[in-house]
């Protein structure tokens, strides 16, 4: 049995309902942030899958750019989080009112 991209997009859209029903659903932040890198990953699935199939390097240059923003995204979102976790010693998303003006 050969694996073609529609294996490869199947998986991608698993994966990503995964990640919107975690977004949706968890009121733990730290479960959201995985949720997104989840939802991110489901991109770079696909992304890579249709490359290949297309035979072009362009969806893997943007795979490339897509894990440097959930690099970038992670680092910032765990400051973030650190900075709210030494003010109110919690992780739950119904507690973060605090930020707004």
């Known amino acids: 049995m050969e694996i073609t991209p529609a294996h490869y997009t199947i998986?991608?859209?698993a994966l990503f309902t995964i990640g919107v029903i975690g977004v949706l659903v968890r009121r733990n932040i730290i479960i959201i942030f995985m949720s997104i890198e989840l939802i991110l990953?489901?991109?770079n699935?696909?992304?890579?899958?249709?490359?290949?199939?297309?035979e072009n390097l362009v969806g893997?240059?943007?795979?490339?750019?897509?894990?440097?923003?959930a690099a970038a995204e992670a680092a910032v979102g765990l400051g973030i989080l650190l900075a709210f976790f030494r003010n109110k010693e919690?992780?739950?998303i119904d507690e973060m009112n605090v930020m707004r003006w």
């Open 90 to 92: 919690t992780v739950n």
């Open 11 to 13: 998986l991608s859209a």
């Open 41 to 43: 990953n489901a991109v």
């Open 60 to 69: 893997q240059v943007f795979v490339v750019f897509v894990i440097a923003v």
């Open 45 to 54: 699935i696909n992304l890579v899958a249709n490359a290949r199939q297309l």
